[in-house]
């Protein structure tokens, strides 16, 4: 069908062309050419040997600070060895031709034997002053080859190739043998093929050994110099011709080659490209707007409008450029084959202007098109950090009210996730313009050619573009359904992991993995439904060509429009140039319905309410005399409730004056300083404050960091006010235990600190802030009394005499000092007056100070029964007195919370991100593919591609070959014609189908499955883990890298195999017209591949370090929303905007590098397959006529006018593959995390009923938090009876919280066991253990939901059941009055219920529980003591025949305890029962009372004056 035998003949005729081309007028043309290049070598070698450069002739040599002296060795490397080895094989060679055309002197064309002699001569020496120059590269440790060297090796190869074609042509045509001088013309082919490949890399490979071992790269420039330059923007530096060409990130790449980058070594980005810069553009724009139009969701779309419109503006004209360019090859294919099938009648001059014009657009084409990419992409950059930067500053400045209606998960989402859609989107919206430009150009060319045929054309484009619109609003709504399913899974993981150490406590763990993955499936529904819709497109979009055409064709055919060759190809190629834009149309609709939800997103929480800036009036301190003044204050959390927070505050604060407020938990104690902070919205009054703030929260606020740097928190460092500081806030000792002392690293949240230790921690940073007014919230709950006595004498009446301080305390022993005392009730203040004045009023006060009255009675009592001549007996007595500040303490006893990484001498805890280097390893994509069926759908999928690519060839071959040439050609059966069409583009269309479902479902289950190994890898992961991994890490993977897994990667791997087999489509076709093009397509395809593999070690570095260099933002965003208010309240959101704007250009460095790196590489690849279609169509045009099919010439062409798109793809797609195989590596790294211990060991399950008397029995326990550190508890053993009240005691950091954690196996003892009612724990699981235990943490912990999740999360009590433990824990009546009842809501983190509420909502928990072993630590710090006397009475009433063990600092909740465990360096220093303690007045027990007992003197002598 296809003609075999009229191809024969036009092969042969082919060749006879060659034969009389190749044969021109001088048979010598081959030696003068040699003869000629020879000599010029030696011209440039000679020249560089008179001016004295022969030992510069390489620019980059040896380092200069390297001296000789310190070089103890020069490893040569493959490189250089290779190229020494060809060249000599080449001098042998040259030398055997020499030898063998003396002998036989008609092997060769050339009848001249001077010249063929001079010729051979020249080459030999050429090769002699080869080696010689090799040497001194060799001698002066040279980086690179000489370029005169490199140029001699260019050329050789081509003269060497052009003379083995001209034998092998006329070989053939002569019917000739192959002579000697033909073999070593082949040896001589390769061993210049291997010396051209090197001269492409120019890289020697030669480094330097230095005395200390350190392998140094021979970079290119001095290392100093390049050092000073490393951080210079060289963007910036660029001239426009580097601009043009990216050769401005040749020293980055250069550097890149060498050795793995790091952060610093990236440069800055520009100034305009700054986030800086960019925040304040746009916060001005947008300022702009909103005085004009007020603020509302179409301003912020304004403001972004209006910030990316000029440079949004360039793209499109560079975008418009391109895509018209790129029509301009289809438009001149008809005139193309036309000319090649009249050569006979045009000249050549012709055809060459038809060959430069196509040249000519693909270089405009390829130049533009590279230029909006990369505008496109700096845009989206600029578009982010302005954003990023605008969400980081409303997150400091959002409400209560705003807070509670987005999570941090959600907020964190919105800076994540929905910033990089719309930033995306910046580089899709110039296909919006260029769609209709392409459309046009298609449509004129197509009535160029087929009239009226172009109608038809227009109206199956139309039909096909109709279809978007029912589809694009579908995937709109997928992607709502997407982003909220995301947010809420984001939320609930950010949950899990801020509160795991409670989770695993409580044995809730595998309770909440349920409910993450129940969450998974949700956003998994949507996934599936966006996923299938997608395929549905990309079956649509992929066979819409062949529609099209189909169509077309048809209607010509009906409409009696002859076809012809010509017209057929062009027509193709101009449906084939519609491919792109028709198949990107629905990954514009996707990314811009994306875009849009997120869009939507951000400008609603952009208007979210802000802090009242008018709530607070500042006064200047010469004024007035009052610090604090609030007058008929009526405050509210919820402006919108119909219930205040606080009503009536009426509140004057003299200068220097200290107040004490005081009131039962929930009262609105710490409301009242929040009011004075301007946190809670002010509904009437006037609030004036004269003087700065310093504030210290209830809660705990620690930065990720040193401890010096949350002490100085932004200050300067005074040494003398810093000691001082550290002195009055009782850290001396401790920063001497620490293992770098202030300079000890804290973890996550203070993870690796005590809560005392995180207490005092803040109150320093307070202290030293130097502030007018000091608002401390309940300071000294987390401390022992000791320490609390230390801190309010040395620091509340010692440093801060002078300052205003009001301080919030439950302990009623520190209101005496006070100059005024508020007593509230009620968000009232009830009392105000002096201790003495409140006590006499008789209206409520005295309730709290008789029930800490009576506490201390209840001590003082014990302490005189119990005193005796008598001597005692304790465990673990020394012969010595221990005092209490005597008690030893040890580095190890520092870190009684989890310090699991840090580095011996170092002080680190968090450990750095862990960020793979080199390429992607093998195993890495070998467990993706194989993640599902073990791979199986891969091949059929690539199967599937190839028979699709292969009917697609044969579809327009077949067309190629039936139309005839010329008009004048009658055809035969044009409707079986269209009918063969027909049936092969419907099987190509089947192929996509296959194609496209199977890569859906694949890619989208290996996504789940690989989330489902991450989850439980993460959950089941041991404490030491999330210690020293900061949740952002993780929530990166969860969120950005897995969001990449979903909707990302499985595309990018299967385009890497399209484009493969697309290109190699492309060159099949294109041999089949001209196979001569192979001679300039194997040399170019070689240097794009040294190109490729030169630019992707810096590609892949960069975009890993863009990856590392995010999650800092998010941590960091997290920190500060998490203590916004302090941030607020010490003045520091300049401070903190400033250092999320370093982060963010952290991040941009790197990303911004990146997708430089890739357009550098674009543009080379482009402008080489450019050279290899300009080779091919001058090709075409300078063969004779008989040796052309012009239908088969127009076909290649067709196909090559996408070679530089094909091949930009193939390798743009490898890139971008392993740049997004990234996130399949990192989130890897965390599915393979060591395990805890199993949650249940089927053959060691523990009886039902156990625990049953609750005896806990530790034998020679050891314990320590990670290998390298030395143990916390030492050698302990003791019994604990069952069914007893043990109290721990000990100073902050002894040892008491570990105790409990090792009971709760949250690390695994290094020596020793423990066993309950004579089970070893260490044998049954994690579960059976934790959830027959009840625990109170030190730190309350509420989960976002309702009161009765809270409470019960597994759904295993009734409302009788959780009510009557609401009242036990005096929390029922608060529940009662709110109309949700149970129902009530809990915000993040139970803001909007009190500390001291949240810690009763945690002892109501351990009731519902009912286990026989109740561990509580500091379970009623945050109370008032009236309330810790009933709960202590509820504790002992329910858990009266259960094993109690209590860590409490206020002496008398231990004091009736059947026996009393004093903790010192992590030994035992006395355990026996109370009263034989207090025997021993030499004890350290004894002395603790003593202290209570002189404290409760003093205290009683002012309440009975």
């Known amino acids: 069908m296809f003609g075999p035998s009229s191809s024969a003949i036009a092969n042969f005729q082919h060749i006879q062309f060659w034969m009389s081309w190749l044969q021109l007028s001088s048979p010598c043309l081959w030696e003068t050419a040699s003869i000629v290049l020879q000599l010029g070598f030696f011209g440039f070698i000679i020249l560089r040997f008179v001016h004295g450069f022969v030992s510069s002739l390489d620019q980059s040599k040896t380092r200069e600070n390297v001296g000789q002296n310190e070089i103890m060795d020069v490893i040569v490397g493959f490189s250089y060895k290779l190229c020494l080895i060809c060249s000599i094989l080449l001098f042998g060679e040259q030398l055997m031709y020499i030898l063998l055309m003396t002998r036989s002197r008609s092997e060769t064309e050339c009848r001249m034997p001077g010249q063929v002699l001079t010729s051979g001569i020249t080459r030999v020496l050429s090769c002699v002053i080869a080696l010689i120059v090799l040497y001194k590269v060799l001698k002066d440790k040279c980086s690179k080859y000489p370029l005169v060297l490199r140029i001699w090796w260019f ?117 305009k490209d700054s986030a800086e810069f960019l925040s304040g553009s746009f916060d001005e724009i947008l300022n702009c707007i909103v005085q004009r139009d007020g603020t509302s969701k179409s301003s912020i779309y304004k403001a972004m409008y209006r910030f990316v419109r000029r440079k949004a503006a360039i793209n499109a004209l560079l975008a418009i450029i391109s895509a018209g360019s790129s029509y301009v090859g289809p438009y001149l294919i008809a005139d193309f084959v036309k000319f090649l099938g009249e050569k006979n009648v045009q000249s050549l001059e012709s055809g060459y202007i038809l060959a430069l014009g196509f040249l000519t657009a693909k270089i405009v084409e390829t130049v533009a098109e590279r230029q909006w990419n990369f505008g496109a992409r700096q845009l989206s950059l600029r578009l982010r950090a302005a954003l990023a930067s605008h969400v980081y500053k409303k997150g400091l400045a959002l409400s209560n009210q705003s807070c ?26 110039n296909s919006i313009w260029m769609f209709p430009v392409q459309i046009s150009f298609a449509i004129f060319i197509l009535y160029t050619n087929l009239g009226r045929g172009s109608v038809v054309a227009l109206a199956a484009t139309i039909i096909v573009m109709t279809i978007n619109k029912p589809i694009t609003k579908i995937q709109k709504q997928y992607q709502s359904k997407i982003m909220k399913a995301r947010d809420d899974r984001m939320k609930s993981t950010s949950e899990t992991l801020r509160n795991m150490r409670t989770l695993k406590l409580q044995a809730w763990d595998s309770h909440y993995l349920q409910k993450l993955e129940s969450l998974r499936k949700i956003e998994y529904k949507w996934l599936w439904k966006s996923i299938r819709l997608r395929a549905i497109l990309d079956f649509i979009f992929w066979v819409s060509p062949a529609f099209i055409s189909v169509t077309t064709f048809a209607g010509c055919i009906i409409m009696g429009i002859p076809l012809t060759a010509g017209r057929v190809l062009s027509a193709l190629a101009t449906f084939k140039m519609l491919q792109d834009p028709i198949y990107n149309l629905p990954d514009l609709l996707s990314v811009f319905a994306q875009a849009k939800v997120a869009a939507d997103r951000v400008a609603s929480y952009l208007q979210e309410e802000e802090i009242q800036q008018s709530a607070i009036e500042f006064v200047s301190p010469d004024q007035t005399e009052f610090d604090i003044e609030i007058k008929r204050g009526k405050f509210s959390w919820d402006a919108e409730s119909t219930i205040e927070t606080l009503d009536g505050i009426e509140l004057q604060v003299k200068r220097g004056m200290k107040v004490a407020i005081c009131g039962t938990v929930g009262s609105g104690k710490s409301s009242l300083l929040s009011s004075i902070l301007g946190e809670v919205t002010k509904l009437s009054g006037t609030v004036k404050i004269s003087g700065t703030k310093a504030y210290v929260p209830q809660s705990p606020w620690i930065l990720s960091g040193t401890v010096r740097d949350n002490i100085l928190f932004g200050n300067s460092y005074n040494s003398s006010k810093y000691e001082e500081t550290i002195k009055a806030c009782a850290l001396t000792k401790d920063f001497e235990l620490f293992p770098a002392g202030d300079l000890t690293e804290i973890g996550e949240r203070g993870i690796n600190m005590s809560g005392g230790q995180k207490q005092r921690i803040q109150i320093a940073r307070a202290v030293y802030q130097d502030a007018d007014i000091y608002l401390l919230d309940d300071p000294f709950s987390a401390v022992d009394a000791h320490t609390g006595r230390q801190l309010f004498e040395e620091c509340l009446l010692g440093i801060l005499r002078e300052k205003t301080v009001l301080y919030v305390t439950h302990q009623v022993e520190f209101l005496p000092a006070a100059d005024v005392i508020l007593l509230i009730q009620n968000g009232r203040i009830a009392q105000v007056g002096k201790f003495e004045e409140l006590l006499n009023q008789n209206i409520g006060f005295e309730v709290l100070v008789g029930a800490h009255s009576q506490a201390l ?46 580095n011996r001498g170092k002080g680190n805890l968090v450990n750095k991100e862990e960020r793979g280097k080199g390429s992607i390893g093998k195993g890495v994509y070998f467990a993706y593919l194989t993640m599902v069926k073990g791979g199986a759908f891969v091949p059929v999928i690539v199967l599937a591609h190839l028979g699709f690519q292969g009917l697609q060839i044969l579809s327009t071959y077949w067309m190629a070959w039936a139309c005839p040439t010329v008009e004048a050609e009658e055809v035969k059966d044009i409707n079986y014609i269209l009918f063969i069409y027909l049936i092969i583009s419907i099987g190509g269309s089947f192929c996509v189908l296959v194609r496209a479902s199977l890569l859906a479902v694949t890619g989208l289950a ?52 399209f484009s493969t087999i697309q290109l190699i489509g492309v060159i099949l076709v294109m041999s089949q017209a001209a196979w001569e093009v192979f001679i300039v397509f194997l040399p170019v395809t070689a240097i794009c591949i040294w190109y490729q593999q030169y630019s992707m070690p810096t590609s892949r570095e960069l975009a890993r370090l863009a990856g590392v260099e995010r999650a800092p933002i998010l941590h960091h965003f997290a920190e500060s929303l998490a203590g916004a208010a302090t941030i607020r309240a010490f003045g520091q959101k300049p401070r903190f905007i400033n250092t999320n704007l370093c982060l963010v250009d952290n991040h941009s460095r790197p990303w911004f590098h990146n997708y430089a790196a890739m357009e550098w590489l674009s543009y080379r690849l482009n402008q080489l397959c450019n050279l290899v279609f300009a080779f091919s169509l001058v090709l075409l045009v300078t063969l004779p006529e008989k040796l052309i099919d012009p239908s088969l010439a127009g076909l290649a062409v067709t196909y090559a006018i996408n070679l530089n798109v094909q091949q930009t793809y193939f390798i743009w797609n490898i890139i971008n593959a392993e740049v997004k195989m990234i996130s399949v590596e990192r989130i890897l790294q965390y599915s393979n995390i060591i395990s805890e211990a199993p949650l249940v060991i089927e053959d060691h399950r523990p009886p039902k009923n156990w625990p049953d008397t609750g005896t806990i029995c530790f034998e020679n326990l050891q314990f320590r938090y990670a290998e390298h550190l030395p143990s916390v508890l030492k050698n302990i053993t003791l019994t604990i009876p069952g069914k007893k009240k043990i109290g721990v005691v000990g100073r902050t950091g002894s040892g008491k919280t570990t105790l409990l954690q090792a009971i709760c196996r949250i690390v695994e003892p290094k020596e020793g066991r423990i066993l309950i009612d004579d089970v070893d724990i260490s044998k049954i699981g994690l579960h059976d253990l934790r959830s027959n235990l009840s625990i109170i943490p030190q730190d309350p912990t509420m989960f976002e939901g309702t009161v009765r999740r809270n409470l019960d999360p597994l759904e295993q009590y009734s409302d009788a059941e959780i009510w009557e433990a609401l009242d036990k824990c005096q929390l029922g009546d608060i529940v009662r009055e709110n109309k949700e009842k149970l129902e009530s809501t809990v915000v993040e983190n139970g803001e909007n219920w009190s500390v001291g509420q949240r810690q ?27 309330i810790d006397g009933i709960l202590q009475n509820v504790i002992s009433r329910e858990f009266k025949d259960r094993t109690i063990v209590t860590i409490a600092h206020r002496i008398h909740t231990v004091i009736d305890s059947d026996l009393v465990l004093v903790l010192s360096d992590g030994k035992i220093a006395e355990y026996d029962t109370p009263k034989r303690l207090l025997e021993r007045e030499d004890s350290f027990f004894s002395k603790l009372i003593k202290e209570y007992s002189t404290s409760s003197k003093s205290f009683n002598s002012i309440v009975n004056l």
């Open 857 to 902: 009675n209840s001590v003082v009592t014990v302490e005189n029964a119990s005193r005796a001549p008598a001597n005692g007996f304790s465990e673990g007595k020394s012969a010595e007195p221990t005092l209490i500040d005597d008690l030893p303490k040890s580095k190890e006893d520092c870190k009684t919370i989890l310090c699991a990484e840090t």
């Open 155 to 271: 050329c050789n190869f081509f003269m060497f190739l052009a003379r083995a074609a001209l034998k092998a042509f006329s070989s053939f045509t002569d019917g000739g043998h192959s002579m000697m001088p033909d073999y070593v013309d082949c040896t001589v082919l390769l061993t210049s093929a291997c010396l051209l490949v090197i001269s492409v890399r120019g890289k020697t490979g030669i480094v330097l050994k230095l005395q200390n071992g350190i392998i140094e790269p021979l970079l290119n420039g001095d290392s100093a110099e390049n050092s000073e330059k490393k951080r210079n923007c060289l963007y910036g530096d660029a001239t426009i011709l580097q601009l043009l060409t990216f050769s401005w990130l040749n020293r980055l790449l250069a550097v890149g080659n060498v050795k793995p980058l790091n952060q610093d070594e990236v440069p800055d980005v520009h100034i």
């Open 1006 to 1057: 290996t996504a789940e499955k690989m989330f489902h190994n991450m989850l439980h890898s993460v959950l089941r992961a041991p404490m030491a883990f999330f210690d020293s991994t900061p949740t952002g890490r993780i929530l990166n993977r969860a969120s950005t890298d897995q969001d990449v897994l979903d909707l990302g990667i499985a595309n990018k791997l299967g385009w890497c195999a």
């Open 1400 to 1426: 009763l909502f945690c002892l109501g928990r351990a009731l519902l529980k009912k286990r026989s072993i109740l561990l509580l630590d500091e379970a009623t710090a945050s109370v008032d003591s009236a």
């Open 404 to 429: 509670q209606s987005h999570t941090s998960g959600e907020i964190i989402n919105y800076m994540s996730v929905d910033i990089q859609r719309v930033s995306d989107f910046m580089w899709y919206i």
